[in-house]
């Protein structure tokens, strides 16, 4: 084995793990921001527009480290991943190119407009600029995913005969299933994130008694959006992203719920700890066929499990995507309780004077990121040993002539580096928060 290929996993898990921590976030205010601004047209309500304002300002610092964090993944294909890259850049590096050249500048474009040209556009014209910058934002995210899903998913391809991966049906590739199901559940838990956050500010807005019109709107807008995306990301999104596993990565599926042998009416396991050794899931509480219904329908479909595989064919770190995949669903479970909780307080005219919901609404904004992360971890780890799923192993993709020394010692460098800004980072968007919305239009 290529000694220096954990070292080249652990650099990008860790430099892809910390830059998604950003745009999750500028993902889903986007949205908001637009549901913000539309709301301040229709009621004429100035206090609206200066929550915008004052989420721009976040969403302008979110923007901003995603940038400076994502610039060395894309350096990454070439110094780490040099194999894949040749093998597969005719295909992936269209939607790379299509995302920078197209969604990241009119992102980019429009973020600059809205932050400074509020009083040049006008209310219907600065609208028009947040719905650009949304657009820009989730085009962005799209082609993310579409090159993603081509690694779970391969689709539109074919072999050329210098052995290399092109595209023969671009619609395929654009359109492909896994894609489509996989950018709507990922920008639901986007939504989630930005609803819990837009929630945190507002909770402790009202329990500091200051800014108390942006606080109630910043409570209601992430409720609202909150509970309904906490549904959507589970049912349809999350139930159809299960079933297209069972179908094409069924391997992947008795990962993620420690399952070894197969059969019909299959257990879900709701929690136990699976032991890869001795092949057997330890202390389960299971519920007896449900994850034969979930994954193809009926209660007595057969689903396979590990033992029905080579072992070569199984995920390198079956505890790993067995735990991550749980506390992404566990996190969501509780999502989906606080925000039906805030939704029943919230239509009761109550939730600003509720001062426990008011503490848990505004120490659970941590806890969407770590969904997101045990997700993506969950999609990453589970489609191992493969880099692109049935075409090439990820043992045949780094850069072997990288001397394994030099990637640690850039990893440890990004480690500190990332400190450092993250640091600067949490300083100024706390003083933002501080500062809070600013009254009139600041530019």
């Given at each position: 084995?290529?000694?220096?290929?954990?070292?080249?996993?652990?650099?990008?898990?860790?430099?892809?793990?910390?830059?998604?921590?950003?745009?999750?976030?500028?993902?889903?205010?986007?949205?908001?921001?637009?549901?913000?601004?539309?709301?301040?047209?229709?009621?004429?309500?100035?206090?609206?527009?200066?929550?915008?304002?004052?989420?721009?300002?976040?969403?302008?610092?979110?923007?901003?480290?995603?940038?400076?964090?994502?610039?060395?993944?894309?350096?990454?294909?070439?110094?780490?991943?040099?194999?894949?890259?040749?093998?597969?850049?005719?295909?992936?590096?269209?939607?790379?190119?299509?995302?920078?050249?197209?969604?990241?500048?009119?992102?980019?474009?429009?973020?600059?407009?809205?932050?400074?040209?509020?009083?040049?556009?006008?209310?219907?014209?600065?609208?028009?600029?947040?719905?650009?910058?949304?657009?820009?934002?989730?085009?962005?995210?799209?082609?993310?995913?579409?090159?993603?899903?081509?690694?779970?998913?391969?689709?539109?391809?074919?072999?050329?005969?210098?052995?290399?991966?092109?595209?023969?049906?671009?619609?395929?590739?654009?359109?492909?299933?896994?894609?489509?199901?996989?950018?709507?559940?990922?920008?639901?838990?986007?939504?989630?994130?930005?609803?819990?956050?837009?929630?945190?500010?507002?909770?402790?807005?009202?329990?500091?008694?200051?800014?108390?019109?942006?606080?109630?709107?910043?409570l209601r807008v992430g409720v609202v959006s909150?509970?309904?995306?906490?549904?959507?990301?589970?049912?349809?999104?999350?139930?159809?992203?299960?079933?297209?596993?069972?179908?094409?990565?069924?391997?992947?599926?008795?990962?993620?719920?420690?399952?070894?042998?197969?059969?019909?009416?299959?257990?879900?396991?709701?929690?136990?700890?699976?032991?890869?050794?001795q092949e057997r899931l330890e202390n389960p509480?299971?519920?007896?066929?449900?994850?034969?219904?979930?994954?193809?329908?009926?209660?007595?479909?057969?689903?396979?499990?590990?033992?029905?595989?080579?072992?070569?064919?199984?995920?390198?770190?079956?505890?790993?995507?067995?735990?991550?995949?749980?506390?992404?669903?566990?996190?969501?479970?509780?999502?989906?309780?606080?925000?039906?909780?805030?939704?029943?307080?919230?239509?009761?005219?109550?939730?600003?004077?509720?001062?426990?919901?008011?503490?848990?609404?505004?120490?659970?904004?941590?806890?969407?990121?770590?969904?997101?992360?045990?997700?993506?971890?969950?999609?990453?780890?589970?489609?191992?040993?493969?880099?692109?799923?049935?075409?090439?192993?990820?043992?045949?993709?780094?850069?072997?002539?990288?001397?394994?020394?030099?990637?640690?010692?850039?990893?440890?460098?990004f480690a500190g580096l990332y400190l450092l800004?993250?640091?600067?980072?949490?300083?100024?968007?706390?003083?933002?928060?501080?500062?809070?919305?600013?009254?009139?239009?600041?530019?």
């Amino acid at each position: 084995m290529d000694h220096g290929l954990p070292w080249h996993r652990i650099q990008f898990a860790f430099s892809v793990t910390y830059h998604y921590l950003f745009p999750q976030l500028t993902m889903g205010l986007a949205l908001l921001i637009v549901i913000l601004k539309v709301l301040a047209i229709r009621k004429q309500d100035e206090s609206f527009n200066r929550t915008a304002r004052f989420w721009a300002r976040i969403f302008a610092l979110n923007f901003a480290m995603g940038v400076v964090t994502g610039i060395p993944l894309e350096f990454q294909f070439g110094t780490n991943w040099s194999r894949f890259s040749a093998y597969s850049g005719e295909v992936i590096g269209q939607t790379l190119a299509m995302e920078g050249v197209f969604a990241f500048f009119l992102e980019s474009t429009f973020l600059g407009l809205f932050l400074f040209g509020e009083k040049r556009l006008g209310p219907k014209g600065h609208l028009a600029v947040a719905i650009a910058l949304f657009l820009g934002s989730w085009l962005s995210g799209y082609f993310i995913i579409v090159t993603n899903a081509f690694m779970q998913h391969p689709t539109g391809y074919t072999v050329g005969q210098d052995g290399v991966l092109k595209i023969t049906d671009f619609a395929a590739f654009l359109l492909n299933e896994w894609a489509i199901w996989q950018y709507a559940h990922n920008m639901l838990a986007s939504i989630v994130t930005a609803s819990f956050v837009l929630c945190a500010v507002g909770a402790y807005w009202t329990l500091m008694q200051i800014h108390q019109r942006e606080s109630e709107i910043c409570l209601r807008v992430g409720v609202v959006s909150g509970l309904i995306s906490t549904i959507l990301v589970g049912f349809p999104t999350g139930d159809v992203q299960g079933k297209l596993v069972a179908k094409h990565q069924p391997v992947t599926l008795a990962a993620m719920e420690g399952l070894f042998d197969s059969g019909p009416f299959a257990e879900l396991a709701i929690i136990g700890q699976p032991n890869v050794r001795q092949e057997r899931l330890e202390n389960p509480i299971v519920v007896p066929g449900v994850l034969s219904f979930l994954a193809y329908g009926t209660f007595g479909s057969t689903v396979q499990g590990l033992n029905d595989f080579p072992k070569e064919d199984w995920p390198d770190n079956i505890e790993l995507v067995y735990y991550s995949y749980h506390i992404m669903v566990g996190l969501g479970t509780m999502f989906l309780l606080v925000m039906a909780l805030s939704a029943y307080f919230l239509w009761r005219g109550t939730l600003q004077k509720t001062t426990p919901m008011m503490w848990v609404l505004m120490l659970s904004f941590p806890f969407p990121y770590i969904a997101t992360t045990a997700g993506w971890w969950t999609a990453e780890l589970g489609r191992q040993p493969w880099l692109i799923y049935g075409l090439m192993r990820t043992a045949n993709g780094d850069s072997p002539g990288v001397n394994p020394g030099d990637v640690i010692f850039t990893t440890l460098g990004f480690a500190g580096l990332y400190l450092l800004l993250g640091g600067l980072f949490v300083v100024n968007v706390l003083k933002q928060i501080n500062r809070g919305p600013v009254s009139g239009i600041e530019h």
